[in-house]
């Protein structure tokens, strides 16, 4: 019998929870006066809250960002503790916002792959990726995408 569940969810990182001043992958969740709140896809859906007073003036000239439900946007992780999760949209560069892209499609790939092969195994996601994935980048800080050439 498979422990196989398709709506198993699991961090892509290591790390429980990220670092302050990473940059995170976030989507919008609702939109509030003041805030709004996001989840971060790659740590399982931690809530997170982006201050609109975070975002300049300037950015709410024409079509106002940050409106969407269920739009990605790349966010700098400004706190973080037990309670609430601060992000902020200032500070990221082009070049930035490109490389976490990218990072965020291996993730994507890599975490289809894991789900794929859970199919017919007893293993859990969270398991797969202590026991191989993890394990894989620890060794050299690599991605474990690099390692499907």
Not at 3 to 19: A, G, L, Q, V
Not at 123 to 140: Q, S
Request: charged letters at 30%; a neutral charge.
């Amino acid at each position: 019998m498979s422990s196989y569940n398709k709506n198993d969810t699991c961090r892509m990182y290591i790390n429980e929870k990220p670092n302050k001043d990473d940059i995170v992958i976030a989507e919008v969740i609702s939109i509030e006066e003041s805030f709004v709140n996001c989840k971060l896809l790659e740590y399982n859906n931690i809530e997170a809250m982006l201050s609109l007073r975070n975002i300049q003036r300037r950015r709410f000239r024409g079509k106002i960002p940050l409106r969407k439900k269920q739009v990605i946007y790349c966010q700098v992780l400004t706190e973080m503790d037990n309670e609430y999760t601060d992000i902020s949209k200032r500070d990221v560069s082009a070049n930035e916002i490109e490389l976490i892209k990218l990072q965020w499609i291996k993730c994507k790939f890599v975490h289809s792959l894991f789900k794929t092969v859970l199919v017919n195994s007893e293993m859990t996601l969270l398991n797969l990726y202590e026991k191989f994935g993890w394990k894989l980048c620890e060794e050299d800080g690599g991605h474990i995408y690099d390692y499907l050439d």
